[in-house]
Structure formats: structure tokens, C-alpha cells
């Protein structure tokens, strides 16, 4: 071989190492995405950390993000997962499968998971009171319940203005004692989730609106009906501010897929709502937009709002900072309904999503007990 050769075949053989090379490095650096989709969700495989799920899209979330603790499935086999809340006193979290028209509890002792309540009314959204009683939205009989100490129910709202609700979607309290919900009615259109009103409106019965039960005397308020179809709501860490997730894309496409934020007046009334955030961001170089469901504040007033109806990478549970900016997210591999804080500490983030119950540890706490 001559010498020219020779400095040939070397030149060629460095360029294959480099560009194997490089192959393998991208290999490498695309393995977190490629991980996301291909885990084994069982638990049987752990998962290697830092967390691949667990998305820094702004600095403002890494601190938020911890290094050694994984996504967790605690349970899978419901058909539609919704409405988690945590019972601190008891320690465990109860949450709703719409279309099996029943409730489900973790207990946090042991990770056992059990029937809870059945027939459930079709529950969707839950939560508890400042007393420790389970409140709930039921799609089925359109109505929102107090379930007592003594295992009775307690009928709090079936109609507005003598009309029924559309259909209670998502409730929580205030530490004045006050209920607020929403109603924006999809228990109202689907036999699946309740009971079908066959009114040949996507309004079942009247204007979606979302709702206050005054906590002294019991009646009813509208606070609001500036919005396409209210859904997950939370107030910020002050209780100055009410968040409401508007999906009424689903039945009006000229409604923008955002989160609305209100002030509140005198603990009672709302007022200047608002644009808080969108939904759209870019996943693989397209912009994309799905929806917006359950909300939840933590102590720093970041809102953390389940998110889905886009596919991988973007299904999941969505950060916003104070401002609006989207600054992390929590992949997925489900449409995630809905949210809460929980935990002895409650700082651990159960997510309900499609057909399974998921839960990860965060460094921070949930705003309210409730």
C-alpha cells in the first residue's frame, strides 16, 4: 500500500469514527424522549434518574424538580379517572371513575386501592371541606353533595333560578365556608358520564357558568358566566385570585384553549376576568393546543393544570408560573384529567389520567387543604 493510500484509508476511517461516533452520542442524547415512550409502567423496570418525565422548560422550575423520585402508576382500571382529593386526617385520596359510577380510595399506609362508594351519582370533581366531609360533583343527578360524618348525603345544589344544572363539574372551598363549582355540562351530553339531556343544545339545560354556595345561608350565586365552558377551577395562595380552565373548544371552535384567572372581591364576587395562560406550545417543531382541566396552586402561586388531547409529549401535567409562563412539565403517557396535592407533606402531586392513577414528589406544597 503507498503511503498515499495509506493517509487515505486513515482519513476515511477517522471520518466513519467520528460520524459513528456522533450517532451514538445523538442516540444517547434522544434517549429521554425514547425512554418516556417506551416505559414500562408496570414498576417491575425502574426508572433511571434524574426523572426523563419530568420537563425544565424555564430555570424558574428546576428547583421545583427533584432529582431522585420517579412517576409512579398507582393504579390501573378505570375508564374515565377524576376528581382526586386528599384526606389528610385519614390519609388516603379518594377519586372518581365517571362511567363505572364509582369512587376510588389509595390509602397512603400501604397503597392499597379499593372500591370507595358505588353507585357514585357519576361523580366527577371531589374534594373536602375546612370540617374533613367529602364534597362532590355528581354528572348523573346534576347536583353537588356533602357527604356527612354519619355516612348521610346532604343535597347542596340541583338547580339555579328553577332550573337544573347542566351538569357540576369541579368544586372547591374557601376558608370563609363558601363552595364554588362549575357547569359547564358534559355529564348533560354524554350517557356515558351520566345522564344524557336530549335538548339538542350543548347548553343541556342553561348557560354554562360557575357557581358560589354561600356557606352561612346556603343559597345559591352566580359568579360568572363570561366563559366558554368552565371546568377545573383553584384560587391562588391567597385566596385573591380564581383560576377557571375554559375547554369550550370542545363544542365551540372559535373558544381559545386558555385558563381564565378573575379577581376576587370581598370573598364573594368576581370580577376583570382575564387571559391567564394558553395551552398552545410547540412539540417537534409544530405548534400545538389541547386542553386544560383540573387545576391546583401550590405555595408560590405556580399553577399546575392537567392537560391532554395532543398525544406524547405534550399529555401530561402542565407548570405555570404566576405570570402565565409555561416553565415545566410532567409527561405522561395518558390524557391527564385532573390534579391535587397530597401526601403527609403535601408535596406529593397525584395525577388522574384516562385509565390510571399516577403520583410523583415535588419540591413544593399544595396551596390549600383543599
Same mark, same amino acid.
Given at each position: 500500500m503507498t503511503q498515499e493510500n495509506a493517509k487515505s484509508n486513515s482519513s476515511l476511517d477517522r471520518r466513519r469514527f467520528l460520524a459513528s461516533s456522533a450517532a451514538v452520542l445523538g442516540g444517547a442524547l434522544a434517549a429521554p424522549s425514547l425512554a418516556r415512550g417506551e416505559r414500562d409502567w408496570s414498576g417491575k423496570t425502574p426508572v433511571r434518574y434524574p426523572n426523563p418525565d419530568i420537563v425544565v422548560i424555564d430555570p424558574r422550575f428546576a428547583k421545583y424538580k427533584l432529582g431522585?423520585?420517579? /412517576?409512579?402508576? =398507582?393504579?390501573?382500571?378505570?375508564?374515565?379517572?377524576?376528581?382526586?382529593?386528599?384526606?389528610? @386526617?385519614?390519609r388516603y385520596l379518594i377519586w372518581s371513575d365517571i362511567p363505572n359510577d364509582c369512587q376510588l380510595r389509595w390509602i397512603e399506609e400501604?397503597?392499597?386501592? &379499593?372500591?370507595?362508594? @358505588?353507585? @357514585?351519582?357519576?361523580?366527577?370533581?371531589?374534594?373536602?371541606?375546612?370540617?374533613?366531609?367529602? =364534597? &362532590?360533583? +355528581?354528572?348523573?343527578p346534576r347536583r353537588v353533595v356533602r357527604y356527612e360524618y354519619d355516612g348521610t348525603m346532604t343535597i347542596l345544589a340541583e338547580n339555579f333560578e328553577g332550573k337544573s344544572f347542566n351538569a357540576p363539574n369541579d368544586v372547591v372551598v374557601h376558608p370563609n365556608g363558601d363552595i364554588w363549582f362549575t357547569d359547564p355540562?358534559?355529564?348533560?351530553?354524554?350517557?356515558?358520564?351520566?345522564?344524557? =339531556?336530549? /335538548?339538542? @343544545?350543548? +347548553?343541556?339545560?342553561?348557560?354554562?357558568?360557575?357557581?358560589? *354556595?354561600?356557606?352561612?345561608?346556603?343559597? *345559591?350565586?352566580?359568579?360568572?358566566?363570561e366563559i366558554g365552558k368552565p371546568n377545573g377551577l383553584c384560587f391562588s395562595p391567597d385566596y385573591k385570585k380564581l383560576y377557571i380552565a375554559d375547554t369550550g373548544s370542545t363544542h365551540y371552535p372559535d373558544i381559545p384553549k386558555i385558563i381564565k384567572v378573575w379577581d376576587v372581591v370581598n370573598e364573594k364576587s368576581l370580577v376583570r376576568g382575564r387571559h391567564f395562560t394558553s395551552m398552545a406550545m410547540e412539540v417537534n417543531g409544530a405548534e400545538v393546543a389541547g386542553v386544560a382541566d383540573g387545576i391546583r396552586a401550590d405555595e408560590d402561586g405556580n399553577i399546575w393544570a392537567s392537560a391532554g388531547w395532543v398525544g406524547e409529549g405534550y399529555d401530561g401535567v402542565h407548570i405555570f408560573a404566576p405570570d402565565g409562563d409555561r416553565i415545566g412539565q410532567i409527561v405522561l403517557p395518558e390524557i391527564c384529567g385532573n390534579v391535587c396535592f397530597g401526601g403527609t407533606k403535601r408535596n406529593r402531586l397525584f395525577m388522574t389520567a384516562s385509565q390510571s392513577l399516577y403520583s410523583l414528589y415535588v419540591e413544593t406544597r399544595g396551596a390549600h387543604i383543599a
Open positions: 431522585n423520585t420517579p /412517576t409512579q402508576r =398507582l393504579h390501573l382500571g378505570t375508564l374515565w379517572a377524576e376528581g382526586p382529593a386528599w384526606n389528610g @386526617s385519614g400501604d397503597g392499597h386501592v &379499593s372500591q370507595f362508594r @358505588s353507585p @357514585s351519582g357519576n361523580s366527577n370533581g371531589n374534594t373536602f371541606d375546612y370540617q374533613g366531609r367529602q =364534597l &362532590s360533583c +355528581q354528572h348523573g355540562g358534559y355529564g348533560g351530553l354524554m350517557n356515558y358520564e351520566g345522564n344524557r =339531556l336530549n /335538548t339538542g @343544545s350543548v +347548553q343541556p339545560v342553561q348557560k354554562e357558568a360557575v357557581y358560589r *354556595i354561600d356557606g352561612q345561608n346556603g343559597r *345559591i350565586h352566580k359568579v360568572t358566566d
